[in-house]
């Protein structure tokens, strides 16, 4: 069993909830992802294995996960600001997010303690969480845009 379906199945045992087909086929697919899907593209997939699911049983599910802190939603700037679900818990991490592609790719840094440092000594407010966004090309795309505006290939 995947992680994210056995520490849902854990909160929902001690909740008195059940683990239903619908739940886990959500939970196992946003866990093998690795991805950052809105909760239309998760309904895409999990319809290729369930067409009778429904958008609101997965917003509920996204909910749910939400509130028991096992995903959490991030809303990157793209065309459109929408909601997408992370879940690579409980580490706190951080994203580049390419601007033609978006392709996502998750990192960690240290860096993000000094700044929280910083920020607590300047203005006497208590830090708890905090994430990096970073936008630009990611490595393929900067290889194609440098080919199509010199013609050249490069390592
Ligand atoms: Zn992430
Ligand atoms: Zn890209």
Redesign the pocket.
């Known amino acids: 069993m995947n992680e994210l379906v056995s520490q849902a199945s854990e909160r929902l045992r001690s909740q008195g909830g059940r683990m239903t087909s619908q739940r886990r086929l959500l939970l196992s697919i946003l866990d093998s992802l690795g991805e950052?899907p809105t909760a239309e593209e998760l309904l895409l997939i999990a319809r290729k294995q369930d067409p009778d699911l429904n958008l609101s049983t997965v917003y509920r599910t996204l909910r749910w996960l939400e509130a028991e802190n096992l995903v959490?939603t991030?809303l990157f700037a793209e065309g459109r600001r929408q909601e997408r679900f992370?879940?690579?818990l409980p580490s706190e991490?951080?994203?580049f997010i390419c601007t033609r592609c978006k392709n996502?790719i998750?990192f960690d840094t240290d860096l993000l303690d000094e700044i929280k440092t910083q920020f607590q000594d300047s203005s006497g407010a208590s830090v708890d969480t905090g994430s990096i966004e970073l936008y630009g090309l990611c490595p393929d795309c900067r290889q194609r845009s440098i080919v199509q505006e010199t013609g050249m290939e490069v390592g």
């Open positions: 950052h959490s991030r992370d879940a690579a991490h951080h994203h996502v998750e």
